[in-house]
């Protein structure tokens, strides 16, 4: 019988990316909070839905960090994802996206677990464009995953999202809906 991944398990590997810039996501239901919360230092808003997900916890909303988790229940399936929002500290795109990238590979032991493709992916926020990385997983046999990362002025954005096979355009729209702030940040083309 081939090894699936439960919410809890996909949940865990979402802690475990989420500890490389200590966070920790706790559950799975709507946040109590229905306020949009802006990032101290960004002033990126993080509502309480983006587009079908729901927000269920923000973490860590300081000037240097922030995360928000969140997530879609369909047809008895669920996608989680999570926006990270954290300062670069020197290092550069491709050095924190293979970072990432590695961490996923060396954590998942599963057999079905697979590195599927990288690419360089553009991201429209307002009339702006950024360029941005893209890893995609097979996590299981019927579970994926993406990760995402872009600059914005100092800091990182980095999306998480991982999704039954023919939830995946849902699980891509939440990362194309989620909506930055209107400030120019210096990385913008």
Request: with cysteine; hydrophobic share 35%.
């Amino acid at each position: 019988m081939q090894k699936k991944h439960s919410i809890a398990n996909r949940m865990l590997l979402g802690l475990f990316i989420a500890c490389l810039v200590g966070c920790q996501p706790t559950n799975l239901s709507p946040d109590n909070n229905t306020d949009t919360i802006l990032m101290k230092g960004t002033e990126i808003p993080i509502p309480f839905q983006v587009g079908i997900f729901a927000r269920s916890v923000i973490k860590d909303n300081s000037p240097t960090l922030l995360s928000a988790y969140y997530f879609l229940e369909k047809g008895g399936d669920t996608v989680t994802s999570y926006i990270h929002v954290y300062e670069k500290d020197g290092l550069t795109l491709e050095e924190k996206f293979e970072s990432l990238k590695n961490a996923i590979q060396s954590e998942d032991d599963d057999p079905e677990f697979r590195f599927i493709a990288a690419y360089d992916v553009p991201l429209s926020q307002g009339e702006k464009l950024y360029q941005g990385k893209k890893g995609f997983f097979r996590m299981s046999d019927h579970i994926f995953a993406n990760i995402y990362l872009f600059e914005y002025g100092d800091y990182f954005v980095e999306y998480y999202t991982d999704f039954p096979r023919d939830l995946e355009r849902e699980a891509e729209a939440f990362v194309n809906d989620f909506a930055w702030s209107s400030e120019t940040p210096a990385q913008a083309e």
